[in-house]
């Protein structure tokens, strides 16, 4: 019987299986792959859990990059000296053991439960096993938590020295003749670009600037068509109607063949059209322009009133003359 209860005694210890202190947290770690190549990416966690206790203050390593000190006799290349006449430093020794890319801390903690996960992310430049930096780790009270750090077997990624696979330059003796002629045609585009771009601007200038001609019998045929005459005539108006067809036809005339009518007396305008018109011209309707002037003019001086007939027949044959000179016999007259 007290064998018996001095072993149940003897194993209580035990039962209560060693492992993170009262008050303190639980911290393990891990990284991944185990096995990596030179400058290859791997991933370093940390997790800290516990219940109940405040969560405790972490900090990254604090260098992010770590060039061990030379080994004595090592870090020089043997046989070489400068120009001091010390040993020149080996490249090698330079080399960094490790750089820290990345960190990052996620807080999962809440409720009385602790759960941090700290990631860093990092890649070893010398091969080897290494244990993976620290990470500080206080609690409460300000005194470091300790853990284990995983190791990490880095391996060279060209153990056996090999050649590797490396694409010769490219041979530009047979692309010679074709970059030239690229270059020739970027450039002959871009001359062609270039002229076609002044065509277009020059044509666009040419249109703005070139002036709307329109020709006098058009204008003639409008002026006319707003004269009315036909309505001035019925309605006794004869002063205005003879005010208005004589400078409309005068103003014809001088569109027309290059001299102010408008400005002249009717025996002015007669010795004008006889040097102006092409002698058939002059032939067909000198007596029709001047029987018309003559007209107008003693309507407005003379205090001549004309039958309407006449006057009816003189609007008609104003036009009829304005289509002959003009070269368009056969236009119509809208709105007279």
Not at 137 to 151: F, H, M, S
Not at 156 to 173: A, D, T, V, W
Not at 175 to 194: D, P, Q, S
Not at 244 to 267: C, K, N, P, W
Request: charged content about 25%; hydrophobic content about 40%.
């Amino acid at each position: 019987m007290r064998a018996a209860l001095l072993s149940l005694l003897l194993s209580m210890p035990l039962l209560a299986a060693p492992g993170a202190e009262p008050g303190t947290p639980e911290i393990s770690a891990e990284v991944r792959p185990a096995k990596a190549t030179v400058g290859s990416l791997i991933e370093y966690r940390v997790f800290i859990t516990g219940k109940g206790i405040p969560a405790p203050a972490v900090a990254p390593p604090e260098r992010r990059e770590l060039v061990p000190p030379p080994e004595p006799g090592k870090g020089t290349k043997p046989g070489t000296a400068g120009d001091d006449g010390e040993s020149e430093v080996d490249p090698a020794s330079l080399v960094p053991l490790y750089v820290i890319h990345s960190v990052k801390k996620n807080d999962r903690s809440g409720k009385g439960m602790t759960d941090i996960t700290v990631t860093v992310q990092m890649a070893y430049y010398r091969p080897g096993t290494w244990a993976l930096p620290d990470i500080e780790i206080k609690g409460e009270d300000g005194v470091l938590l300790g853990y284990r750090a995983p190791e990490v077997e880095i391996i060279p990624s060209n153990k056996e020295g090999e050649f590797q696979e490396i694409e010769p330059p490219m041979e530009l003796g047979g692309n010679y003749l074709r970059l030239v002629l690229l270059l020739l045609g970027i450039a002959l585009l871009g001359v062609l670009a270039f002229f076609l771009v002044r065509y277009l601007r020059r044509r666009i200038r040419e249109r703005r600037a070139a002036p709307v001609v329109i020709p006098p019998i058009e204008t003639f045929m409008r002026e006319i068509g707003k004269l009315r005459g036909e309505e001035l005539i019925e309605s006794g108006r004869i002063e205005e109607f003879v005010l208005g067809v004589s400078m409309i036809f005068r103003a014809f005339l001088s569109a027309q063949f290059g001299f102010d009518a408008t400005e002249m007396t009717s025996h002015e305008i007669e010795g004008k059209i006889r040097k102006a018109f092409p002698r058939d011209l002059h032939a067909r309707c000198h007596g029709d322009i001047m029987e018309n002037l003559n007209l107008w003019d003693l309507s407005k001086f003379a205090e001549f009133t004309p039958s309407k007939e006449r006057l009816r027949g003189s609007l008609d044959k104003t036009v009829e003359i304005a289509r002959i000179l003009s070269g368009e016999e056969d236009h119509g007259l809208p709105g007279v």
